[in-house]
């Protein structure tokens, strides 16, 4: 439909990309009757994918805002190449409870109230990478009522949108608390696993300002660095983004897609649980049916999980992390039993 459009053409995108996309992905993340769209004080960047987002929101930070972002412990190995490539230092807040397997909410409010006021944090949106472990809906109201009290600027990575739960309104959920709880935030979505496009490298950066004049001014300045960093964004992507989210009947099937995708890794987390409990493995494996989306924090060590790779070739990274969707019913069973051993046998 898009390469048969004799309309189409490959002439260059403004600075700021593609407006139809970057406005129908700004409305996907915060809902169409979110404020800050009502009240114009959203705008959207296309961007290189969420990648490209987040350089691009780091490079607005630094020339106006902050020298530091704070990233959740653990987070994404990019986040703090990301971070420290566009000039900015990194620092930790508390989030994962390696010990429990689970959320330390307590120590995660600390690190929020402990920070200096109109702080910036990094936050993701759904599916954690690594721990795949979210807040629930209440421990984002306690997020949420810290970062107000502190004034800190939220800044969301949303690379998993509807393909956590395989919903995308209830996967935009914190997004969507913090837009109309009238913060100044910012929001940088990929394209790259919700719609498969991959090598298209379709993002966006959206940014909620505080006044409708607020707002075309960091638009300009936005556009100003894409200028200097990427030039203009590519096309094809966005345009095929842009067919699906406005096309009623391509949005459904994509919705289908993205329910049947997430159902097969929330399969896959149940499974894996399961024979962990027919086998009796030693340990507590509830959190592997509590995570969320295609990562999961296994409670492995490194000594473990180095053992699972040389001895039965299954590999993971050193903290212990898979991906859920390299697990299938033809290699599931082989996997468990050879995770069971590994728990059993190694310390």
């Known amino acids: 439909m898009v390469i048969s459009d004799p309309a189409y053409n490959h002439e260059y995108l403004p600075m700021d990309g593609d407006r139809e996309f970057t406005n129908s992905a700004m409305k996907l993340i915060l809902g169409p009757n979110s404020q800050p769209v009502l009240e114009n004080r959203a705008c959207g960047i296309q961007t290189i994918s969420g990648t490209g987002g987040l350089r691009l929101c780091c490079e607005f930070l630094k020339k106006f805002t902050t020298d530091k972002i704070y990233i959740s412990d653990p987070t994404w190995s990019n986040h703090k190449r990301i971070i ?32 200096p006021d109109n702080s910036v944090f990094l936050m993701h949106a759904c599916a954690h990478n690594p721990t795949g472990m979210d807040p629930t809906s209440e421990q984002w109201i306690k997020i949420r009522n810290a970062m107000k009290i502190k004034q800190h600027i939220p800044l969301f990575d949303c690379a998993y949108q509807g393909f956590a739960s395989g919903d995308l ?32 490298r379709c993002g966006c950066l959206t940014m909620i300002c505080s006044s409708i004049s607020a707002m075309e001014r960091c638009r300009t300045q936005l556009a100003y660095i894409t200028r200097a960093h990427v030039s203009n964004p ?114």
């Open 234 to 347: 590519p096309a094809f992507g966005a345009k095929i983004a842009t067919l699906i989210m406005n096309t009623p009947e391509l949005y459904y099937e994509w919705e289908e897609n993205l329910a049947v995708m997430s159902g097969r890794i929330i399969q896959m987390r149940k499974r894996f649980y399961d024979i962990l409990l027919q086998l009796n493995t030693p340990g507590n494996w509830k959190h592997i049916i509590e995570q969320i989306g295609p990562f999961c924090y296994t409670g492995l060590n490194e000594k473990q999980s180095i053992i699972l790779r040389e001895k039965f070739n299954i590999y993971l990274t050193d903290t212990g992390r898979i991906s859920v969707t390299g697990l299938n019913e033809n290699n599931i069973k082989y996997f468990v039993e050879s995770f069971d051993w590994v728990v059993r046998h190694v310390k």
């Open 169 to 200: 309104n209830r996967d935009a959920y914190a997004v969507r608390l913090f837009a109309n709880s009238g913060f100044e935030m910012f929001v940088a979505q990929s394209f790259s696993k919700n719609l498969g496009l991959y090598s298209e």
């Open 84 to 115: 420290e490539e566009a000039g900015l230092e990194y620092k930790y807040y508390f989030y994962w409870d390696k010990e429990e397997k689970k959320i330390n909410i307590d120590k995660l409010i600390e690190s929020i109230m402990n920070a």
